[in-house]
DNA sequence: CTGAAAGCGCTAACAT
DNA sequence: ATGTTAGCGCTTTCAG
């Protein structure tokens, strides 16, 4: 049997609500009786027992962090892993604990009501992925803390933080104007892909803020893998005036992208430049490494972490925020 | 105030202690009793706190995943996620919760030995990039249910997992032999990449097996990065026996590897066989699309599960091995 | 400043 | 078959 505060109390001759009180710091003790104590504790080597503390306290000290986990979710999407890292950083700097659940879409309204009510935790961060209209409705309802992480693309009633994407087109326009590419055309992913859509409008406004026409076939949208983008780089290059730079909505289009141009013979960054986005694994791994507007969804999880832990603490609190710290990493594939 | 087991009681009139008992089902309770409680059950929408029955029973029902998660290991790491995601849903399925917590190598010892202690887990599967000889002689003594993922590289009392990279290296000879290539080279990490070693040590158990001598140049070594890989290559073709097939440690040199072959116009699979390690994200998206051996570290990390839960149950058992699954992944790289 | 005692929600031995 | 009661380890009110 693990040693309580039962036996702390009794060697040091006191009661254990004594113990409790210099445990808690607060409370008036006197400081021979509390060195008494201490001594105790030390001499016993003692350690509270963190869920009979919870329990009493009628908190647990936990948040879940409710996701879809199939297999191979780790190499298709390692943002969300990032995200739970940071998540889980800024949790243990208020000694809360991070609990990992994965759920399907159907499954997580139940799940979530649930694990609440059997007081498994005291809040739930939940990936966009796993989202519905009947998780909006109960949570709404039954009024539990919660954060999501993601944008909704229905109207809800969540609290929910995500990455400006838009923004983070703009940094990439930008950049490339500032270093002197004149012409830019936007590689994206389909038309259904969110995430792309943003980056381009926000390349768009840049652009239009310049006075700069984009020829029709600069812009182009497909699936995201190599034959695809090697199909539309080559689109690109067939127009009248080639462009001097290409943005890539992702890492595998501009894989397929900087292929198609090696093959031709093109110099990047001399003739044309490339700019990508995120720090995914290929960016910094592929000929020539790739300049990247990244976003620090390790940091987008500590901002949830943060979020999260003032919902438990005033649970009337909204939040529906885009959080970005996008930045320009400068590689290779730009002057 | 949510409803417990005394408004159930209540409710049903009866005793909290009868409700207990229909609720774990033992017991003999009469059919006509059991009804009127579930019926209470029912009208309070009544759900058990688990805490509180964790408590009373003196366990915690939950796991750590103990490991080290600074900024960026998701992309440069995803196979500790795919580990942890299958340790979730083993978990999960016996009604364990997993808890992930980062930390330092040096702060393992006594976050591990303080959780312990202040109940705040069953038990531990900690990630062998933050084990010591001091976390072992701790666990050792204190007798911590625990399971490593990763085989020490010291001598330890551990119990332990790991991929069999030797058996893996092993396939991916055999694979190639088995469709008629007969001359193999290995492009390895470092000398010290243990990973790399292993596989090159089972890859030349095979070709030893077929008396097939491998000419010295045809095993090279170093960093895994694109630029070193393309000169491992260019070492490799400079021989005068050139080899049919390339066996690449891992995907990044693989891509160095495609690229030299590439830019010297040699076909692939055609005139050069290749195959490489892991469903590493690059594998399937480099052209051509790599064959790969393929080590299923999720089911790795349901088999870390199934074992800290009967290390939980038997504290005394003892583990020390390898679990393989892996299997070819027949792509492009390969006739 | 200290300690007795109630309670957190549930389980399980023990009576009845 | 059902109920009483004593915990599980800790916090917290309330007397003293």
Chains 1, 2 share one sequence.
């Not at 310049?210 to 020829?215: G, Q, Y």
């Not at 910094?284 to 943060?306: E, R």
Request: glycine residues 6%; aromatic residues 8%.
């Amino acid at each position: 049997m693990a040693v309580t505060i039962k036996d702390v109390a009794k060697q040091a001759h006191t009661s254990i609500a004594t113990v409790s009180k210099v445990l808690n710091g607060s409370y008036s003790i006197s400081q021979e009786t509390a060195d008494r104590i201490q001594k105790a504790i030390q001499e016993l080597d003692y350690r509270p027992n963190l869920r009979a503390r919870n329990f009493s306290k009628q908190m647990t000290k936990t948040v879940v962090w409710v996701t879809s986990l199939e297999k191979n979710i780790s190499f298709l999407n390692p943002h969300m892993f990032e995200i739970m890292c940071g998540l889980e950083k800024a949790l243990f700097l208020k000694d809360y604990s991070l609990i990992i659940k994965s759920i399907s879409v159907q499954d997580a309204v139940g799940y979530i009501k649930e694990a609440y009510y059997a007081k498994i935790a005291d809040g739930f961060v939940i990936h966009a992925s796993v989202i519905s209209p009947e998780l909006d409705e109960m949570i709404e309802k039954e009024g539990i803390p919660h954060l999501v992480v993601g944008m909704p693309d229905f109207l809800n009633h969540f609290c929910w933080v995500d990455v400006d994407n838009r923004f983070a087109g703009e940094l990439a326009a930008k950049f490339l104007l500032e270093q002197g590419y004149q012409t830019l055309a936007f590689l994206g992913g389909t038309q259904e892909d969110k995430i792309s859509m943003h980056r381009l409008s926000g390349v768009m406004s840049v652009l239009k803020e310049h006075d700069l026409i984009v020829p029709k076939n600069h812009v182009q949208h497909g699936e995201s893998e190599y034959e695809n983008a090697y199909r539309m780089t080559e689109q690109v290059l067939e127009s009248d005036e080639k462009p001097q730079a290409i943005i890539c909505a992702n890492n595998y289009i501009a894989y397929g992208c900087i292929s198609a141009l090696h093959d031709r013979n093109i110099e990047v960054p001399e003739t044309i430049g490339i700019v990508a986005f995120d720090q995914h694994p290929f960016s910094g791994i592929l000929k020539p490494k790739l300049t990247v507007v990244n976003i620090d969804v390790f940091d987008l999880g500590v901002q949830a972490g943060k979020y999260i832990l003032q919902k438990i603490r005033k649970p009337n609190l909204h939040i529906q925020s885009y959080i970005t710290c996008p930045e320009i990493i400068v590689r290779e594939s730009t002057k």
